[in-house]
């Protein structure tokens, strides 16, 4: 039986090399796998952080672009009918300017009507952020808010001076509705 045992013993002592010597291979094997796993699950999770700020940024800016937007809707949307209501304002200027004193006494209810209407035409203007550009003659022309209608030289002016204005300009809020039309003065002819 001794030789049955040495035999026993050495195959069993076989036995518990292989398996350590397996055992450490796995392990290596499973450590290097491990970090492969790892960095490709860090790397995910770094690109799906990116894009989740970047999703964050693209949503906030929307926000303050829809606000602004929004924003500029109510202060300029009603430009279209406030440039269709400026001929009215126009008209009825004209007509309390051609009225001469005989008309006034005759109709003077219906001039009142007409002042009154206009008055509360420029309050309606003036709730609205409809401004008036009003140049006056000898004011320097500014192509921003003018728009000259003729140029003609005129002697003991500049130049570029208003020498006639035909009707206002308006601005809504800050924008240019309609530039008021003026006549400008050219080089005097020698």
């Known amino acids: 039986m001794g030789e049955r045992e040495d035999e026993f013993f050495e195959d069993q002592h076989a036995d518990d090399h292989e398996p350590a010597e397996v055992t450490l291979a796995t392990e290596e094997e ?14 995910e999770r ?12 693209e949503a ?24 269709d209501l400026l001929p009215v304002y126009d008209n009825m200027r004209r007509a309390l300017e051609h009225a001469d004193d005989a008309t006034r006494e005759a109709a003077s209810g219906l001039v009142e009507g007409v002042e009154l209407t206009m008055r509360e035409l420029i309050s309606i203007f003036g709730k609205h952020g409809i401004v008036p550009v009003v140049p006056e003659v000898g004011d320097r022309f500014n192509a921003q808010e003018h728009e000259a209608m003729f140029e003609a030289p005129v002697p003991g002016t500049k130049a570029g001076e208003i020498i006639q204005v035909m009707s206002e300009g308006f601005l809504l809020h800050d924008r240019l509705l309609r530039p008021a039309q003026v006549g400008v003065s050219s080089t005097p002819a020698s």
């Open 60 to 83: 906030e800016n929307m926000r303050k672009r829809a606000d602004r937007d929004r924003r500029e809707a109510e202060q300029y949307g009603g430009s279209k009918l406030s440039r």
């Open 30 to 43: 499973t450590s290097s796998g491990a970090d492969e796993i790892i960095a490709a699950l860090e790397a």
């Open 46 to 57: 770094d690109e799906l952080r990116d894009r989740m700020l970047r999703a964050m940024a």
